[in-house]
């Protein structure tokens, strides 16, 4: 008979990797067992980027052990992932309130994409299958370099995100902009998130501020997110290696750099705190490589617990 370990944190790790002890309690039992700090942990979420490879082996094992884990929604990757992980997430509990979308049905820009071969997925659709699911956020997620080598190519895709951001709204859904680091490295004489900050219109396009990447672009995200106050609807919580050197392409950056909640430089807490004043809606839990990311999940959402 193995031994249960006596360390409550190896205990939580051994149950949602394997599915068993904490499947065999109900989630309002399991949020019992700690002292609930964190405003976010009713509805904690967790960009499934984070465990994408175990997603193609097993959707359903994978959800199972992040309901068992605490987290109490999910953020797709895809609009077209709805009709596979939805149901699953709603047998689970596990809400779907957000995803990442297509961006070339804003952009225009195929050719940027030649790996997607359903050019007829329109932006109009995407808002008819959200809509259909009842997702409340959308999420402007990547610009390819071909896409944004001139400060003119952001003017014009604010545009576009602004024009889109209205057909959303009037479908009853928020739209918003996800950076990364590359938005943050001069180009032209500007900076193209300052562009973003004075070009989208603050009632349609929000952003969903992703603070591993702002922070590796050389900006302070606590100073950040109380800046842009209100336009942050969402926030993506990542820790940053300590000592880490700005880095504006994200293609380049070593796997180590991304941390557990906890684990890196970030002032997390103060970062929540910030979003819980200024109104910041949902949170989500991201880690974009870890070599065990059921283990870096878990100790992300242990941190939170004890926040």
């Known amino acids: 008979m193995k031994k249960v370990p006596s360390n409550r944190r190896q205990f ?34 967790l960009q499934l980027w984070s465990v994408r490879n175990q997603l193609e082996q097993d959707a359903a094992g994978t959800l199972k052990s992040l309901a068992n884990m605490g987290y109490r929604q999910v953020e797709l990757m895809d609009v077209r992932q709805l009709p596979t992980l939805k149901p699953i997430a709603d047998d689970l509990g596990l809400a779907v309130n957000s995803s990442f979308m297509l961006w070339t049905t804003i952009t225009g820009n195929w050719d940027a994409v030649p790996h997607e071969t359903d050019q007829t997925y329109s932006f109009d659709q995407i808002l008819e299958d959200a809509k ?113 050197s700005v880095n504006y392409d994200e293609g380049t950056v070593d796997p180590g750099t991304f941390k557990e909640l906890g684990n890196g430089e970030i002032d997390i807490r103060a970062i929540v705190q910030a979003g819980e004043k200024n109104g910041v809606k949902y949170c989500f839990v991201e880690q974009d490589h870890s070599p065990d990311p059921i283990n870096s999940v878990t100790e992300s959402i242990e941190f939170m617990r004890q926040s």
């Open 132 to 244: 259909g699911a009842g997702l409340d956020h959308l999420v402007f997620g990547y610009l390819m370099k071909a896409e944004r080598e001139k400060i003119d190519d952001y003017k014009k895709i604010c545009d576009q995100l602004n024009q889109a951001g209205e057909k959303a709204a009037a479908a009853g859904i928020q739209l918003c902009y996800h950076n990364h680091s590359f938005e943050f490295g001069p180009l032209d004489g500007e900076v193209p998130f300052e562009v973003l900050i004075e070009r989208l219109d603050p009632q349609l396009v929000q952003f969903e501020l992703d603070i591993f990447w702002a922070s590796l672009g050389g900006y302070d995200p606590l100073e950040l997110t109380n800046r842009l106050g209100k336009r942050v609807r969402l926030l993506h919580l990542k820790d940053k290696l300590k000592g880490a």
């Open 12 to 45: 939580i790790r051994q149950a949602a990797i394997t599915g068993t002890a904490l499947g065999l309690l109900p989630l309002t039992n399991i949020a019992c067992m700690f002292d609930p700090k964190s405003p976010y942990l009713d509805t904690l979420g």
